[in-house]
């Protein structure tokens, strides 16, 4: 069982650096200021690619989550479920959101720009990255992972306060410019997280199989 979760972290973790590389690539084909959602929006030249970059993210994420699952946060409401679950609930509204494109332009859906499509994926993407939080949260807590644990609380903050800033500048349509990097910021530093969480999990898992193998 830990060769399995070895090995699940692993390709995990690889298929997740894949997905990062393909959205910043994405991302550098673009001049002009945008938000993550619109590499996606139809009629870009990178919704294939930005599409195909989320379904990674679902895969490998679904693979590092699975690896992951024995974490626990020692914290009683954070202890309701585990961050495994709350990452395979991230993956689902993920995978909505790669299926449930935004239009061009990715307007914020209310008032005279709302639309259902704009609306669905808005909201896909905005329970995604706040199931990834939650996850962030409950394995800063993770007695067991102290090393995790550390670096999980720095990355909720982080990914809390500028993915928050973001969106509020989106929201108010205030420094759009500003508004669209810190987003992008955000995004890499959730995506980086699920990274290192599938190696410390991968390393863990890695010396266990190691421990085992001898009397096997």
């Not at 993956?91 to 959101?97: T, V």
């Not at 259902?116 to 990834?132: E, G, R, S």
């Not at 670096?151 to 989106?170: D, E, K, P, Q, Y």
Request: net charge positive; charged share 10%; proline share 2%.
């Amino acid at each position: 069982m830990r060769r399995a979760e070895l090995i699940a972290a692993i390709v995990g973790c690889a298929l997740v650096v894949v997905a990062l590389a393909i959205i910043w690539g994405a991302r550098l084909t673009i001049a002009r200021a945008l938000y993550v959602s619109e590499l996606g929006a139809e009629g870009m030249p990178t919704a294939k690619w930005f599409q195909a970059a989320l379904v990674l993210i679902v895969i490998g994420g679904s693979a590092v989550a699975w690896s992951g699952r024995r974490v626990r946060s020692s914290v009683r409401v954070l202890r309701l479920w585990t961050p495994a679950i709350s990452l395979w609930v991230a993956c689902a509204f993920f995978l909505f959101a790669s299926q449930v494109t935004c239009t061009q332009g990715c307007p914020i859906p209310y008032g005279d720009t709302f639309n259902l499509q704009d609306f669905l994926h808005t909201l896909a993407a905005v329970l995604a990255f706040a199931a990834a939080c939650w996850a962030m949260l409950q394995t800063s807590f993770a007695r067991e992972h102290r090393l995790l644990a550390a670096l999980s609380l720095t990355t909720a903050i982080l990914v809390a306060v500028i993915a928050g800033t973001g969106g509020l500048f989106s929201l108010f349509r205030f420094q759009v410019v500003l508004g669209s990097q810190l987003e992008f910021i955000a995004t890499t530093i959730a995506i980086a997280w699920l990274v290192v969480f599938g190696v410390l999990i991968a390393v863990r898992a890695g010396r266990a199989a190691v421990a085992i193998a001898p009397s096997a």
